[in-house]
């Protein structure tokens, strides 16, 4: 297994591959080339505005020496370098490495262990969402073209300048991890960014389960149990169609349409098809569909009314404010961007008594939730 605070071997040779790796026998001279690394930096480049799946465009994978883009569109068989990224003797490190860990996980499984510079750069004193380019311009000195941000990579073929700016985003990976680290290990915090990369490890931060799809639904307002039952049931089935056709979710159904069928409870396809918005096609196809959900809810006739909302209760916000004052005075004894430290959803579970919270747990109780409960 990768240690986070083992050296970076320095390999001092060049494979003599060109830098789009794009044929069969030029993948295999990569994977051998990255045989015994204990280290590698790892990057891609995807689509996804019209697949629930992100179509994988580009792997880049660097080592101390050389930066080269695999090309997924052009190698029918990426076994090789799932062999790779699998390996836990190898470290790969990214930089916001979550989507990419996702987008990966059908090609290859789960990618571990994983340095996650982004992560390690918030706990180094950096803005919690650092940039890479940011990140490596801050500590590293380097300016990194973007001009070709919004790329579309599936188009083919690829100019030597999107080739060069894909290498740019794993070039100064390793260096720049080796420069956190060194940070981190100077600021005592290397068993924190431990902590925080722990979560990485766990397949199921990576993927969404249907039953708790609801969960990610935007503006659904608080709902009695019919209703909520209701939204479980639509977002459930929406996430598996979406799966099924490989199509964005919002293409199935978006959410502001899901939201008034939880709201309104129609139970005919002419009350389905009166709701502001509703596209005839989506009735028409799939009407049926979201009956059978509204009638497996089991909300009553005529539907509860809504509850409401609750008022705002200023003992807590009070308490609230009392603990973001003490949390905000921390992190500005320890240069972290407050965010990182705590959000304001962690103090607010804090607040309510919930003791599974974040600042209950591991580092943050030491540095934030010690200090939080003695001040309650």
Not at 91 to 120: C, N, W, Y
Not at 170 to 183: G, H, M, S, T, W
Not at 190 to 216: G, Y
Not at 275 to 290: C, D, N, Q
Request: aromatic letters at 4%.
């Amino acid at each position: 297994m990768a240690r986070l605070d083992a050296p970076i071997v320095q390999i001092h040779h060049r494979s003599g591959l060109q830098p789009l790796v794009a044929t069969a026998p030029a993948l295999a001279a990569l994977t051998t080339a990255l045989a015994g690394l204990t280290r590698i930096g790892l990057d891609t480049e995807f689509l996804r505005e019209r697949t629930y799946r992100a179509q994988l465009c580009l792997v880049q994978v660097a080592t101390a020496d050389e930066a080269l883009c695999i090309d997924p569109l052009a190698l029918p068989d990426l076994a090789p370098l799932a062999s790779v990224l699998r390996q836990e003797s190898v470290l790969k490190v990214m930089h916001a490495s979550r989507q990419d860990l996702e987008v990966l996980l059908p090609v290859a499984g789960l990618t571990r262990p994983v340095f996650d510079t982004q992560i390690a750069a918030s706990l180094a004193g950096l803005p919690a969402q650092v940039g890479y380019a940011e990140a490596v311009w801050r500590l590293l000195g380097q300016r990194l073209d973007k001009s070709h941000t919004r790329t579309d990579w599936t188009r083919r073929p690829l100019s030597a300048e999107q080739i060069e700016y894909a290498r740019d985003d794993v070039r100064y990976l390793l260096p720049l991890a080796a420069r956190l680290q060194e940070e981190l290990a100077r600021l005592g915090r290397l068993e924190w960014l431990a902590e925080e990369l722990a979560s990485l490890a766990d397949q199921r931060t990576l993927t969404v389960a249907a039953e708790d799809a609801w969960l990610r639904v935007k503006g659904l307002r608080p709902l009695d149990p019919a209703r909520e039952r209701l939204a479980r049931a639509l977002a459930a089935w929406r996430e598996r169609a979406a799966v099924e056709h490989n199509r964005p979710r919002g293409w199935i159904l978006d959410d502001t349409l899901l939201r008034e069928i939880v709201l309104q409870v129609p139970r005919t396809l002419p009350a389905l098809a009166a709701i502001p918005s509703m596209p005839p096609g989506l009735v028409k196809r799939r009407g049926a569909e979201l009956l059978e959900c509204v009638e497996r809810a089991q909300v009553s006739q005529p539907p509860p009314a809504l509850p409401r909302r609750p008022r705002p209760d200023p003992v807590k916000a009070a308490l609230v404010r009392q603990l973001s004052s003490i949390s905000l005075a921390v992190a500005r004894e320890l240069n972290l961007a407050p965010e990182v430290l705590a959000t304001r959803r962690d103090l607010e579970q804090f607040a309510d008594g919930r003791g599974e919270g974040a600042l209950l747990r591991g580092w943050r109780r030491a540095v934030l939730g010690e200090r939080l409960l003695a001040a309650l």
